[in-house]
C-alpha cells in the first residue's frame, strides 16, 4: 500500500492525474480477491528464473468517495527458495521483488505498473546486500504483499 500511496503521491505515470484523487490518505486496498502460487511460469514482468511468484488480487478503493477505482495485481518474485517447506508459502518468503499493476475499473483505460522503487525513497534506499535490478526490493521485511 505504501509503494501505491507514493505512486499518487508524486504522480508516477500521471495516476494522480488520471484517477483525480482528493487525498491519497484515503486509498485503501481490498480484501483478497483471488491469489496464485507459481512455481514455473513465462511471465513477461520477471523473465529470470525464480524460485517461486505469488500473485495476489485486489481491489483499490477511495474510501472518502466510497467507490472502486482499480484492481490492483501485486506480483511477488521469491529470490531464494523458502525457508521451510511444507509451509504456507506466504509466510515463507525471504527475499523477494515485487510489481504492482493498477488497472482502472473504466474500459479501455490506461494501465499504470509500478516496478520500480518508489522515487520518494530511491534516494534513501539501505539496500546493503548488493540487491537491486530496478524493481521493488520486499527484501523479507512483511510476509503479505
Known amino acids: ?3 501505491i500511496v ?5 504522480n508516477e ?16 486496498l481490498g480484501s483478497l480477491d483471488a491469489v496464485e502460487y507459481s512455481y514455473n511460469s513465462d511471465s513477461v514482468v520477471f523473465a529470470d ?6 500473485i495476489q488480487q485486489r481491489s483499490l478503493y477511495d474510501k472518502a468517495e466510497n467507490r472502486e477505482l482499480a ?13 521451510f517447506e511444507d509451509i504456507d508459502p506466504s509466510a515463507n518468503i525471504t527475499r523477494g521483488l515485487a510489481s504492482i499493476e493498477i488497472i482502472p475499473t473504466r474500459l ?11 522515487i520518494s525513497t530511491r534516494d534513501h534506499d539501505d539496500n546493503d546486500d548488493g540487491f537491486d535490478d530496478g524493481f521493488i526490493n520486499v527484501k523479507g ?3 503479505i504483499l
Open 6 to 10: 507514493d505512486a499518487f503521491w508524486n
Open 49 to 54: 528464473d525464480f524460485q517461486m511468484m505469488v
Open 1 to 3: 500500500m505504501n509503494r
Open 13 to 28: 505515470q500521471g495516476i494522480s492525474d488520471y484517477f483525480q484523487i482528493k487525498d491519497v490518505d484515503h486509498l485503501a
Open 108 to 118: 479501455f483505460a490506461n494501465e499504470f505498473v509500478l516496478k520500480t522503487p518508489s
Open 141 to 143: 521485511k512483511t510476509t
Open 71 to 83: 484492481q490492483a495485481i501485486l506480483t511477488l518474485k521469491c529470490v531464494d527458495p523458502p525457508a
